[in-house]
């Protein structure tokens, strides 16, 4: 599948003004000195910028044409290409702004959708290792669900609903993290509710095989040997092969409490 990120491009570079993008430069949004230029110079400079792969100017001169020119069509389609630009320049947040500011003046627009999708896709780039905190982890799943629910068949849609795995995916790798904290210090009931928490909120992930086997433990450690073997029996049934369900069978196997 083409890059969604780089998709609505074709459309808004059919004006003969546009092309493509690609540059450098990270950092704060400064805003220009004011200079009146007419909307055809401004946009013809910053869409030369952005060929030049000078992402961040060509970003600061999008956002230009649309403080000199509020009510010109080219205003709608610089928002859009500002967020995009910002999105290229690595700041996310600026682009974020570009295009929720897009989608609060032009909610019906034929290209919310991928307005939508840019926002997602900058929460998504923020995402931190699971060591940290995942607010950001949570506003990207947050922003995707959001799209798939106004536009459930789009292209960007469909690269959201894979995107929703991996962001699950690592919030259950987050719970496991803690999980497997408390688990250390002998704290085996904390333990047992982040470990819950991946088999309920985050079943599909790769992390439920583990959280089951450490549930088992953690109920063995806490003494209620009925839900131990309870979790236990759900990771046979569903992950027969794996080495969790092999610790786990020893584990019940080597508990006295444990009755067949």
Known sequence: MRNPVLKPLAALIGLSLLTTACATGRGGKKDL????????????????????HRY????????????????????????????????????YVES?????????????????PYAYYLI????????????????????????????????????????????????????????????????RRGQWLAATIRFRKVVDDYQTTT?????????????LALGIPEEAKKAAAVLGANYPGSIWYQRAYKLMQEHPAVKS
Do not use: C
Request: proline residues 3%; charged residues 25%.
């Open 33 to 52: 000195a004011y200079v009146a230029r007419d909307v055809n110079s401004l946009y013809t400079a910053a869409k030369t910028r952005l060929d030049q």
């Open 56 to 91: 961040k100017e060509a970003a600061l001169l999008f956002d230009e044409v649309e403080r000199q020119h509020p009510y010109s069509v080219w205003a709608r389609r610089a928002q859009l290409m500002s967020a995009f630009s910002y999105y290229l320049a690595g700041n």
């Open 96 to 112: 974020i702004g570009s295009a929720q500011r897009f989608l609060s003046v032009h909610p019906g627009n034929k290209d919310a």
């Open 120 to 183: 997602a896709i900058d929460y998504y780039e923020q995402i931190s290792d699971v060591t940290r905190d995942q607010k950001i982890t949570q506003q990207a799943l947050d922003a995707l669900g959001e799209l798939i629910r106004r536009y459930p068949n789009t292209d960007y849609a469909a690269d959201a609903r894979l995107k929703v795995d991996l962001v699950n995916d690592h919030l259950a790798g987050k719970e496991m993290e803690v999980g497997r904290f408390y688990q």
């Open 207 to 219: 992390h439920t095989p583990e959280a089951l086997e450490r549930l088992t433990e953690s109920y």
